[in-house]
């Protein structure tokens, strides 16, 4: 059965259709985003679940931005076998790889890529976030003490490769009853603007999970199969908004926040941007 399912973002309406997706329901009366579960709880932010902070200089930044540029067009040349441009910039990726099919091959490979070939040493950049956020952080999953993967996402103008609505936390909490104790962070790096930045709903961690109505397996949008679980309305809304975070900033929020649908709207330029985790050290 094929079901339209409606959202907005700003004050912009986007419809995803969904087939053979696992049904939406609601859960119990619990809020899952409590002070012995959300690490942000003690945050000056935490009703609204998000902050920005600025954590690199232009020169910081510039330089993570060139090693990434170079990075993604050495995987480029690689996988493709295609000439890259000297002048060759994140913004116009969509030029050089033009099919969904190239793409994916791309993506396949930036998925696997360490901080360190980039230029990001994330070691030596905890003290910075811990310093912003007041506690001690690590890389290292306290659940299977594996170390994090840095995730750099690409999304051409127009494309649907993003996650649908949803929630970080959903997944452990559904396969183990286990709320893992973790920020997440997002951090711009080309394209992002008011038309492309991550859309999330500011205050949605704080919802008991009654007003919740989601998938509790990963979703099926537009033919494509996600890990995550698919949220359709949060206290009667499916409303989302921009994040407003700049070059040299990051966007801290919470686990528990629903983001997600990441239409990159800007209609020629790629946006790119870091996405990870970090849990907080005991
Ligand atoms: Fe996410």
Redesign the pocket.
């Known amino acids: 059965m094929e079901d339209i399912l409606s959202y907005t973002i700003g004050d912009k309406k986007y419809e995803v259709s969904v087939k053979d997706c696992p049904p939406f329901d609601y859960g119990k009366e619990v809020r899952l985003s409590r002070e012995d579960t959300d690490i942000v709880y003690s945050q000056p932010w935490y009703d609204e679940g998000h902050t920005s902070a600025k954590f690199l200089s232009e020169e910081e930044f510039a330089s993570l931005k060139q090693g990434l540029t170079q990075s993604v067009a050495k995987i480029i040349r690689n996988e493709l076998g295609i000439e890259v441009p000297a002048d060759f910039s994140l913004e116009r990726y969509h030029d050089v790889v033009t099919s969904r099919e190239d793409h994916f091959k791309v993506v396949g490979k930036t998925r696997d890529l360490f901080a360190e070939d980039f230029n990001f040493p994330v070691k030596q950049i905890l003290p910075k976030f811990e310093k912003i956020l007041g506690f001690a952080l690590t890389d290292i999953n306290p659940e299977d003490g594996k170390e994090l993967h840095i995730i750099v996402r690409i999304n051409r103008p127009g494309s649907n490769d993003y996650?649908p609505p949803?929630k970080?936390v959903y997944e452990r909490v559904d396969e183990a009853d286990y709320i893992p104790p973790f920020v997440?962070l997002w951090i711009p790096i080309a394209g992002v603007t008011e038309n492309s930045s991550l859309p999330i709903a500011p205050g949605s961690h704080k919802f008991t999970e009654n007003k919740v109505l989601r998938t509790h397996n990963g979703a099926v949008v537009e033919g494509n199969r996600y890990r995550?679980r698919m949220i359709k309305e949060w206290g009667g809304s499916s409303q989302l908004e921009r994040a407003k975070v700049d070059y040299g900033e990051v966007l801290f929020f919470s686990g528990h926040l629903i983001?997600?649908l990441a239409v990159n709207a800007e209609p020629d330029t790629t946006r790119v941007a870091l996405e990870f985790r970090l849990f907080k050290k005991d």
Do not use: A, K, Q, R
């Open positions: 996650n949803h970080d997440n995550v983001h997600g």
